[in-house]
């Protein structure tokens, strides 16, 4: 406990700042200890007591005077009546939500810090909620969070909150729950009761549909914390019928997506010198929002007239560019009342402007991002007092600060302190020749010395000053010092600001003289007149009488302010007359209010509209900055119409800059357009400055704009472009010295879309050049013209119109006119002209009328279209909302209040994409699908996905929803609402419904099995998601549990349909759920029977879990359970488990398989099957057991049945006679009989086809067909081949590395490989040794191993090991120059997607992505018998049109089927008939089959007793050991198989952001155990494993880790490998510009995978005529003589040249139509 002063043991008060204390009764104590008398304190038992071994008091109060014990440290103890308790200490939080910001302090709340206050700070969700007057935080403002509520002691402890060690030891959290939980399944916890028990079910449902489709895992760490994750899942709970927009929005500021996407500290180019990361950029197109392909808004597949071909959404392109949108997210601090363990996990992220990428972004429709935004050079004059104008309040200061905030106009006299000046002599030049003359000094500089002494190196210094002499002379001077020097003492000046060309300095010496002769005192000041204040600037202030201070000082009845955290002006506003300020303004920064009546002066800032700024001009202008004044200037071409720049002003001829001093700046911090700069130094009878030469002396600093900014000048300039083979564009500048993103480096560029994709790439052409890098360097000319000379048609308009405008009626009112004869309030186009022009012009604005989903009204553009022209080619000029050109501000005065503003555009930026995506008219279909997928059916007909569609997009389904675009609300009312989901006929269709989710099925039987937990606790569970492969925040990958694609082999994919959740209903989660939910009906939630719950309950005796099912099925109904209450129970639970759709013979197969009590019946006890004993746990005596005999198995742990013919009395509980040499079971009394019976009926319940489905059964009154018609063995021999998927895709150019120059072909080397790699390289020092290589063969003689590899090293060096250089999914050879759009060779699709490279990947053929598995065509192809198994889950390379793959679990190989061994006739007559349902017969052959080879391979497994290799626990490892085991089988004739097939999965290889080296040691470690194991088996010369991957990774890195790329490098071992074969070939150099440079670190692969499977498919034996079959595009891919895997005698067949063909077109889409692509 914090002992707060002597004698004061509970911290403080019993108050609000303080909550009861809580103790723990305990039996010892160790730490000193309170005793206190019953009257001395009142402890008050917690209601509802939870916690199997403790007693929770709260203590309510205590009387004064009681003193604490000495040398109290963490805990203490408090004695009460003989009952020792320990102090728990608890945590205080307070309501923080939306409505309700807290007003509390650091320091009233835990956890938390100095300085993290408990409220939020302002974010894009709660800036509409802040509040004022928190004792924390910026100027006491507060700002709520989604959901924040205080704790409530009498709710108990339930949850821990992580925090630091200071506050309160982290393992506390755990010990002082009320009840135990899993650390790591805490954050499941709210969600998962909340579905059980909460009444709002279908918001949970729809909550959980969408976490599908944007989910989220655990890679990202921080798992046992609670707040953030929650915060996640509440994103979808609380807009689960809002918009599908501010579900996008706000996942993409969710912290969590952050990390998982790997876009949190995403940098541009230009801030890190390295790609930005495109994993978010891909995923959030792809699966959040457009999909793969263009749809109808009926869900059909729009094909490419020409090829036949899907048209894809987006390409490589889009990518890299959408990447560099998602720059820039950091996540903000710590703050109090929230968990604390690195990195705050619930606050929208920030985006820091300086780390945005600031180039031009091209869209998906053929225009940029930003298009249909105003320009910002045509804001209207005084816009900052327009209608909607937005002010944001910053307190007490500005965000200038202080260095504008503390100006303050006083006399200064700027003599040093105590001493006296007098004049010693007359001035004197101080070293230059001509005192000042133009060939020298810019400014003549003087000096003076005096009588007095001064310090050496002692003085001051001042831009600007007056001398005051005794004799009252005056006199200006400027940069005045005073020094102490070896020679005396003086002062030096400059008599003017600027050179005086001409001017005779002997005057100004006479002058001097004349006014200040020797012996004359003086003093220094800063005004011309002592003790009178200097002119200053000033920040803008409103004077009271004007409407802005009315509108942002929000005055109350007393007239004191009550600033609002944000202000908008409801309508258009004037300056007063007297307001000069306010008329000079071309723009507004800091807004300082001054209050009337207190005078307190506070501050906002106005935020400008959203508009953007064109990324080329032809009106430059050169901006110029210095930060001293003999520093080099910087400079930067700047457009004219830009309003950052302050302004330089010069006499006329002058060469040195006067920056714009306080008397010529309106305010201060103050921006102008370049006109109104020369404006203002005209009025000063001079000029804008020219250029300064570096070396001159000039003084800008100390101007309105601060010092260090930029000043306009009058010096023009022009940009020029370099454009690269692809036609990226950088953008040039000679003058700019200071902007790091116009250097030409290789990111700093963007995509035009360049006319009929024509670019310059002729150096020769008019205005170009050879460049430096590469590609040509363009002069460019930028024009404007109109787009249209009449009114154009809303078609033409909406095609033609890309530039913005601002609102001609509130924005642009009184300055525009609508277009005579044209109806403005009504038509679909109108026209609007300026005042004084009455033709249509580049200054018209016209108006579309927009539909009233997206908001009705007016869209405006301007009638005016920009083209840069450059080469001969030209592009419409791009758009971007960040400053790009000649607005760069890398530091100065106002650099804060600058990066408030860039913030604000890069969140302009952001919500830009966010429309842009979200709008686009993929996402209706696509969500509509998706979202029916998930709660209907399957396979929507094409009308049900229009009409779902049509409701999101409109808004309206039936009169429901918002009527606004993205409307969940009206598109769920059409998901559940329409004909097609509440037709009763659709049930019997075999094709409707679906697969049901495990997750859903567990949930249902909780919440109508009635779970009532022990002592009113939540429940968890342990492990759910490896029991039954789905959980909340466990979801395997960001494609979520399933393949919205996927088609299990028979019915369904014979009927050209779709199942996604079925691919969960593989033996490892079908029997995982099926073993959890028989737990459930026997001991409640718990672990036993591997049951869903905790291990840690079974400890308890008279516990068995976390809770039982309380519902009772026999509906109270008394006495033995007749024929007659057992149809009634199953009436019931049909009701509840299958929504009364129970066949008839599924209802007959569960009653012939239960107990109906008539008779005792007698049986023999001993009847134990072989191999088992047994174990008496009781004798009975005629009474009832809890737990009766059981046949264990002899010298095993958990295996058991019940005595043979007690199976059907259901085994717990059953009665056992005794007193007999025979005992025999009885059955038991009525109670437990009916509870028996009861529990029999629930467990057949959830193993019918009803329960795991969603239509009509409709039996067919048939036995299922046999399901394997292969051979059972054919005498050919063994051999196995072993395929492991690195997935995530390997970054393999780490695996595989050039040796050193001199080993190497230049350009390529290990030198090279560092430069390119940057931070991803290893360095030589830790690789060793290299490996030898054929030069011949390779661009080097030598090449590098992962140091991680070192087994896989040594195999290759003895012979047992090869290396596949530079291999990925191919069609055809192809080469950089083939990703012309004019090229006629065919790339894979959507290169670089998981979903579509994986199935490439493992089906080997990129023209077909229907095509089946190359393990199953191999299997297919084989004669004899052949096996394939999957590991764990499905994998697309073991499916066959033919031959069903056996899934192993990766720990247990395979285990039976818990129900099966209690129920076998039950479920076997469930499963003997075949289903018309497409759905029923799927799940019921998949588990018939399951359960018949888990029958017999199980106890194959069972009996060998595993294998001698020590595998370790890797995944690797476990997999490679169940395969070890399978192969023994074969070997020890227990198993037929001429040739197995095992398909293996290790994740963690999506390394975004990380690295995967601890991966790789693994399976190195775990092949060569493998190797060991095999070698003791005599099979390694039978069997090959082989890795792939999704695809390479780029060789250049990205912010964090690296990015999806296309051709990577991998390894195949196996005994008969050729000695040290390296195939295919490696890359000639990894730089960029060669043959297989694809761009952006992209190796194109040098030849397909078949160049790897090719060699393995002929040592496999698969006949030659079987080969084009297998694979289909191997003829494009030619072995050279060095592409040999094995030995001489198994070289691998030549294919038939391949015959030149066009493209095959892809079949058309059959109806049903095939749902959107695989989503893995």
């Not at 022990?1014 to 490896?1026: E, H, I, M, P």
Request: net charge negative; with cysteine; hydrophobic share 35%.
């Amino acid at each position: 406990v914090k002992i707060a002063a002597p004698g004061d043991c509970l911290y403080g008060k019993l108050d609000e700042a303080n909550p009861p204390l809580y103790f723990r009764n305990l039996t010892a104590a160790t730490v000193p200890i309170l005793h206190v008398a019953a009257e001395e304190a009142v402890l008050t038992p917690l209601p509802g007591q939870r916690n199997l071994d403790e007693e929770i008091r709260i203590l309510t109060s205590l009387t004064g005077g009681v003193e604490c014990p000495d040398n109290t440290d963490k805990f203490y103890f408090l004695e009460q009546g003989g009952a020792l308790y320990r102090y728990d200490r608890r945590l205080r939080l307070y309501n923080n939500t939306f409505d309700s910001p807290t007003l509390k302090n650091v320091n009233e709340t835990t956890p938390g810090t100095e300085g993290a206050c408990p409220a939020a700070e302002r974010n894009i969700l709660n800036k509409d909620s802040c509040v004022f007057g928190s004792p924390c935080g910026a100027d006491g403002e507060s700002c709520g969070s989604r959901g924040e509520a205080d704790n409530d002691p009498l709710l108990g402890n339930r949850y821990t909150i992580r925090m630091h060690s200071h506050q309160k030891d982290r393992l506390d959290s755990m010990s002082e729950l009320d009840s135990y939980y899993q650390i790591h399944n805490g954050k499941q916890l709210p969600f998962h009761n909340l579905v059980v028990f909460g009444t709002d079910q279908l918001r949970y449902r729809i909550a959980w549909a969408l976490y599908q489709i944007i989910p989220i895992a655990e890679d990202i760490g921080r798992t046992s914390e609670i707040d953030g994750w929650n915060q996640y899942v509440d994103i979808f709970i609380a807009n689960a019928f809002g918009n599908y927009r501010d579900v996008l929005r706000e996942v993409s500021y969710s912290p969590i997506m952050g990390r998982y996407l790997s876009f949190r500290e995403n940098q541009a180019y230009s801030v890190f010198g390295n790609f930005p990361d495109q994993n978010y950029a891909r995923e959030v197109m792809q699966l959040f929002s457009v999909g793969l392909w263009h749809m109808r808004m009926d869900g059909s597949e729009i094909l490419d007239n020409a090829t036949g071909l899907h048209t894809p959404t987006y390409t490589s392109r889009d990518i890299v560019n959408f990447a560099r949108v998602w720059t820039g997210f950091q996540e903000r601090g710590f703050r109090g009342g929230r968990e604390a363990m690195g990195g705050n996990l619930v606050d929208p992220m920030i985006i820091r402007a300086d780390w945005r990428d600031a180039f031009p972004k091209t869209d998906l429709t053929g225009g940029y991002i930003g298009d249909g935004y105003p320009e910002c050079g045509d804001l209207p004059a005084r816009h900052f007092l327009k209608a909607g104008a937005h002010y944001t309040y910053t307190g007490e200061a500005s965000l200038y600060g202080s260095v504008f905030d503390d100006v303050a106009a006083a006399a200064t006299d700027l003599t040093p302190e105590g001493m006296t000046l007098t004049i010693k002599g007359t001035t004197q030049c101080n070293g230059y020749t001509n005192c000042g003359g133009e060939a020298n000094s810019p400014i003549a500089r003087y000096r003076v010395y005096i009588e007095q002494t001064a310090a050496v190196g002692g003085g001051t210094n001042t831009a600007e000053a007056w001398i005051h002499g005794s004799n009252g002379a005056v006199m200006k001077i400027h940069k005045v010092a005073i020094w102490g020097h070896l020679s005396g003492t003086y002062f030096y000046y400059h008599p003017f600001q600027d050179v005086m060309p001409g001017y005779d300095y002997s005057l100004h010496v006479a002058e001097f003289s004349d006014k200040f002769p020797p012996g004359t005192n003086i003093t220094v000041h800063n005004t011309p007149v002592i003790g009178q204040a200097p002119p200053t600037a000033h920040h803008y202030t409103p004077p009271a009488s004007s409407p802005l201070y009315a509108a942002l000082c929000n005055a109350d009845a007393d007239g004191r302010c009550q600033h609002a955290a944000e202000v908008t002006l409801p309508a258009g506003i004037d300056c007063e007359a007297d307001d000069a300020d306010c008329q000079a303004l071309d723009t507004l920064g800091a807004v300082k209010v001054v209050d009337a009546v207190s005078g307190a002066a506070r501050y906002y800032m106005y935020d400008p509209p959203s508009c953007v700024r064109m990324a080329l001009f032809g009106d430059g202008q050169l901006t110029m900055r210095k930060h001293c004044g003999w520093c080099d200037p910087e400079y930067q071409c700047t457009s004219r119409r830009s309003m950052s720049p302050g302004a330089a002003c010069c006499h006329a001829g002058g060469k040195s800059a006067k920056a714009l001093r306080p008397k010529q700046c309106a305010v201060l911090g103050e921006g102008m357009f370049y006109s109104t700069a020369a404006g203002r130094c005209a009025a000063e009878g001079q000029a804008l400055c020219s250029v300064v030469v570096g070396g001159e002396w000039t003084n800008l600093e100390n101007t309105c704009s601060g010092a260090n900014t930029y000043l306009w000048t009058s010096q023009p300039c022009a940009l020029q472009i370099r454009v690269d083979g692809e036609g990226q564009v950088n953008v040039l500048s000679n003058n700019n010295t200071d902007d790091p993103k116009l250097a030409p480096a290789l990111g700093n560029n963007f995509y035009p879309h360049w006319e009929g994709g024509v670019f310059p790439t002729d150096p020769s052409a008019a205005g170009c050049s050879a460049a430096e890098a590469g590609g040509v360097t363009c002069d460019i000319t930028v024009t404007t013209e109109a787009v249209f000379t009449a009114l154009p048609s809303k078609a033409e308009a909406e095609a033609a119109l890309a530039i913005g405008a601002f609102d001609p009626t509130v924005m642009l009112a009184g300055e525009y006119t609508c277009a005579e004869g044209v109806d403005c309030a009504a038509a679909d186009v109108v026209l609007y002209h300026p005042n004084a022009a009455a033709e249509i012009g580049t200054a018209s604005i016209i108006g579309i009328a927009r539909a009233a989903a997206h908001g009705g009204g007016y869209k405006y553009f301007v009638n005016r279209r920009e083209t840069v022209r450059a080469g001969g080619a030209s592009f419409r000029n791009a758009p971007t909302f960040i400053d790009l050109t000649g607005e760069y501000f890398s530091g100065g005065d106002t650099k804060n209040a600058r990066e408030y503003l860039r913030t604000r555009a890069a969140e302009a930026e952001t919500e830009a994409v966010l429309d842009h995506l979200v709008t686009h008219a993929n996402v209706p279909p696509f969500l509509a699908r998706l979202m029916i997928q998930r709660l209907v059916t399957s396979n929507p007909s094409p009308r049900y996905i229009k009409a779902v569609a049509t409701a999101f997009a409109t808004g309206d389904y039936q009169g429901r929803g918002s009527g606004r675009y993205g409307c969940m609300h009206a598109m769920f009312a059409a998901v559940l609402l329409d004909r097609e989901a509440r037709s009763v006929t659709l049930d019997a269709d075999p094709g409707h419904g679906v697969t049901r989710e495990p997750f859903l099925k567990v949930m249902q039987v909780l919440r109508s099995q009635e779970l009532a937990t022990a002592y009113g606790q939540d429940y968890f569970f342990f492990n759910l998601v490896g029991k039954i492969g789905q959980d909340l925040f466990r979801s395997p990958s960001v494609f979520g549990f399933y393949l919205p694609s996927y088609a299990p082999s028979g019915p369904i994919a014979d009927a050209g349909l779709v199942s996604p959740e079925a691919e969960l209903s593989i033996v490892p989660r079908l029997f995982g759920l099926l073993d959890g939910l028989n737990s459930m009906f026997d001991y409640g939630l718990s672990s036993l029977g591997d049951g869903f719950g905790a291990t840690h309950v079974s400890s308890h005796p008279t516990v068995h879990g976390e809770g039982e099912l309380s519902f009772d099925p026999s509906l109270g109904q008394s006495g033995y359970p007749t024929r007659e209450t057992v149809g009634a129970m199953i009436d019931e639970l049909d009701v509840l488990l299958t929504d009364g759709r129970l066949s008839n013979e599924s209802r007959q197969a569960i009653l012939d398989n239960v107990v109906i009590y008539e008779e005792p019946v007698t049986v023999d006890l001993h009847a134990c099957d072989a191999g088992y004993h047994l174990e008496e746990h009781c004798d009975c005596d005629n009474a009832v057991c809890t737990m009766g005999d059981l046949c264990r198995k002899t010298g095993g742990s958990g295996n058991w049945h019940p005595p043979r013919g007690c199976e059907r009395w259901s085994g717990k509980p059953y009665a056992v006679h005794a007193g007999t040499s025979t005992p025999c079971c009885n059955k038991p009394d009525p109670v437990h009989a009916m509870k028996a019976v009861s529990d029999i009926v629930r467990k057949l319940m959830v193993l019918t086809p009803e329960f795991h489905t969603s239509n009509l059964r409709m039996p067919t009154g048939s036995a299922r067909a046999s399901q394997d018609g292969k051979p059972i063995d054919g005498g050919l021999g063994y051999k196995a081949v072993v395929a492991m998927m690195l997935d995530g895709g390997a970054d393999s150019y780490n695996q595989l590395i050039p040796g050193d120059e001199s080993a190497c072909t230049a350009p390529l080397s290990f030198q090279q490989y560092t430069a390119r790699r940057g931070a991803n390289a290893i360095p030589v020092d830790l690789l060793g040794a290299p490996i030898q290589a054929d030069p011949a063969q390779q661009p080097c003689s030598e090449f590098y191993v992962h140091y991680n590899l070192t087994n896989i090293k040594a195999m290759f060096n003895d012979g047992d090991a090869a290396f596949f250089a530079n291999i990925g999914n191919m069609i055809e050879p192809v080469t950089r120059q083939d990703r012309s759009r004019y090229s006629t060779k065919r790339f894979p699709r959507h290169l670089g997607a998981h979903n579509m490279m994986q199935r490439f990947k493992q089906n080997l053929d990129a023209t077909d992505t229907g095509a089946k598995g190359v393990f199953g065509r191999m299997a297919e192809a084989m004669p004899g018998r052949t096996n394939i198994y999957s590991m764990d889950t499905y994998h697309k390379i073991a499916e066959s049109d033919t031959i069903e793959a056996t899934i192993l679990d990766k720990r247990r190989g395979l285990s039976k089927l818990a129900p099966y061994q209690a129920h076998p006739a039950a479920i076997d007559q469930l499963l003997e008939g075949a289903s018309k349902s497409h759905f029923a017969e799927t799940y019921g052959s998949i588990l018939q089959r399951a359960v018949g080879i888990t029958e017999e391979l199980a106890d194959m497994l069972s009996e060998q007793g595993g294998v001698g290799t020590a595998f370790g626990s890797h995944r690797a490892g476990l997999q490679l050991n169940v395969v070890s085991q399978i192969i023994k089988l074969r070997k020890d004739g227990q198993r037929l198989a001429d040739r197995d097939l095992f398909a293996l999965k290790v994740g963690g290889f999506d390394t975004h952001a990380h690295f995967y080296d601890d991966s790789l040691t693994s399976i190195d470690a775990s092949l060569a155990k493998f190797k060991e194991e095999m070698v003791s088996q005599g099979v390694w010369q039978d069997v090959v494993v082989v890795t792939i991957s999704d695809f390479g990774r780029s060789i250049t890195p990205n912010s964090a880790g690296t990015d999806h790329a296309w051709g990577g490098n991998y390894f195949a071992v196996g005994g008969s490998i050729k000695d040290q074969a390296i195939l295919s070939r490696y890359p000639p150099s990894l730089d960029v510009g060669h043959d297989l440079d694809y761009g952006h670190g992209i190796m194109i692969p040098h030849a397909g995978y078949e160049l790897m499977w090719n060699p393995i498919v002929h040592w496999f034996g698969i006949p030659v005529e079987a080969w084009a079959t297998v694979l289909p595009n191997a003829v494009n891919f030619p072995p050279s003589t060095g592409d040999h895997l094995f030995e001489a005698d198994s070289l691998p067949l030549t294919p038939s040249p391949p015959t030149p063909s066009p493209p095959t077109p892809a079949p058309p889409t059959p109806t049903p139509p095939t749902p959107s692509p695989p989503t893995p």
